[in-house]
């Protein structure tokens, strides 16, 4: 079974301070990796992509894959209350016609 | 460009009783999914196409669900009978290309109810 884990939170930051998101997954024959963020209510919207290992940086957002550690990670810079969703990885495995697994969302609050 | 369009946003049934959900994908986009979200849980993939062809529907619960994609634009998902565990978003997600990553969209979603 490939699973792909994230904290639930909740993950709590003040206005300004830079927000960590950290997502994990069992096969590392995984190839893309994405971050969508959720709004209550809302669907999820793709805000990164990332297939390579490093960082690879998009304005406040930096996602950092390690792929002999099995994880991926969001970096928020400046975070603003606007900010504040459920954050979801999604993960495609090698030979599953580029279909998407998802953990189950960390929620992120920005206190203002 | 517009983006995945889908009908209704909510909808409210009783059990046992039928219901059935529209998509339109981006423009272009060969490649149409269906997700359940249930509260709390991340999108789980119902059905994958591409084009008017099934690539996986291995989660798709075929005693109740149904879906098709009819010339290779618009998928109509449905359920009948609807059972209460049927509760949660259901949404349509659609990819291109762009470069080697296969990046989906997704719709506004349907919330059902099930009574």
């Known amino acids: 079974q490939k699973e792909v884990e994230q904290n639930s939170g909740p993950l709590s930051v003040p206005e300004g301070a830079i927000a960590s998101l950290n997502c994990t997954y069992s096969?590392?024959?995984?190839?893309?990796f994405f971050w969508y963020r959720q709004y209550s209510g809302k669907s999820p919207e793709l805000i990164m992509s990332i297939y390579s290992n490093g960082d690879k940086e998009d304005g406040r957002f930096t996602a950092q894959l390690n792929k002999a550690s099995q994880y991926v990670s969001l970096l928020i810079r400046d975070s603003q209350p606007s900010d504040s969703a459920t954050y979801l990885c999604a993960v495609t495995w090698a030979g599953s016609a580029r279909q998407l697994t998802f953990g189950s969302g960390t929620q992120l609050t920005v206190l203002p | 460009e517009a983006g995945v369009a889908q009908s209704p946003r909510y909808k409210i049934i009783e059990k046992r009783q039928s219901v059935a959900f529209w998509c339109n994908p981006i423009s272009g986009h060969a490649t149409l999914y269906w997700y359940q979200q249930i509260l709390g849980q991340g999108p789980k993939l119902l059905i994958q196409?591409?084009?008017?062809?099934?690539?996986?529907d291995s989660q798709l619960p075929k005693d109740r669900f149904s879906a098709e994609r009819l010339k290779g634009v618009d998928s109509t998902l449905k359920i009948q009978p609807a059972k209460l565990e049927d509760s949660a978003v259901y949404l349509c997600?659609?990819?291109?290309?762009?470069?080697?990553?296969?990046?989906?969209?997704f719709g506004p979603g349907t919330r059902l109810t099930v009574l």
């Open positions: 096969d590392r024959g995984s190839q893309s």
């Open positions: 196409f591409q084009n008017n062809g099934v690539v996986d």
């Open positions: 997600a659609s990819s291109g290309i762009r470069g080697h990553i296969n990046e989906q969209f």
